[in-house]
T-cell receptor, first 114, second 113 residues
């Protein structure tokens, strides 16, 4: 069974601070896919990144970066120089290749204080 | 393209009433799914479909029915609403299944009294 744990329920940071959102996953499959989605206060769900289990390269996109470590079953998300617009709930999610199901973590609410 | 649309945006039901939440996509996606979002619980999969005529249960299917007669539409039926079904419901679609980017609708906020 696939499982995603986001242990941080809520995080508050002051603008321009860096912040890391943790994601730990469980799967028995060797081929799987990991995702991050953002849900701003307006409520829509916005796709941020997809990573497959064979690609452990870290990824950077502007102020966002992702650290995938199979050894610790983690896929952490870092926002550098946070901004107020980064305030949102962030979800990590997992899909095993042989499953047609996407499993979400419970989300981390990030508040960036000006 | 409108993407994924959901109607209604808001709905209030009394316990025992039935209703259908509508979901449509115009991207010719084969895979569609329904999630519910409750405070502190993340998104939980209710039902999904890998193509017209094919549906299957997700993590929390009880009290819900789905059908997929066309590629575009994937309605979610509440058979006899209960207060425990008060939630925000999201429909999503993807071209190639759960392992690819999901396109989400704007959500339906349902309250059952």
């Amino acid at each position: 069974a696939q499982k995603v744990t986001q242990a941080q329920t809520e995080i508050s940071v002051v603008e321009k601070e860096d912040v890391t959102l943790d994601c730990v996953y469980e799967t028995r499959d060797t081929t799987y896919y990991l995702f991050w989605y953002k849900q701003p206060p307006s409520g829509e769900l916005v796709f941020l990144i997809r990573r497959n289990s064979f690609d452990e390269q870290n990824e950077i996109s502007g102020r966002y970066s992702w650290n995938f470590q199979k050894s610790t079953s983690s896929f952490n998300f870092t926002i550098t120089a946070s901004q107020v617009v980064d305030s949102a709930v962030y979800f990590c999610a997992l899909s095993e290749a042989r499953s047609y199901q996407l499993t979400f973590g419970k989300g981390t609410k990030l508040s960036v204080i000006p | 393209n409108a993407g994924v649309t959901q109607t209604p945006k808001f709905q209030v039901l009394k316990t025992g009433q039935s209703m259908t939440l509508q979901c449509a996509q115009d991207m010719n996606h084969e895979y569609m799914s329904w999630y519910r979002q409750d405070p502190g619980m993340g998104l939980r999969l209710i039902h999904y479909s890998v193509g017209a005529g094919i549906t299957d249960q997700g993590e929390v299917p009880n009290g819900y029915n789905v059908s997929r007669s066309t590629t575009e539409d994937f309605p979610l039926r509440l058979l006899s609403a209960a207060p425990s079904q008060t939630s925000v419901y999201f429909c999503a679609s993807s071209h190639r299944g759960a392992s690819y980017e999901q396109y989400f609708g704007p959500g339906t906020r349902l309250t059952v009294t």
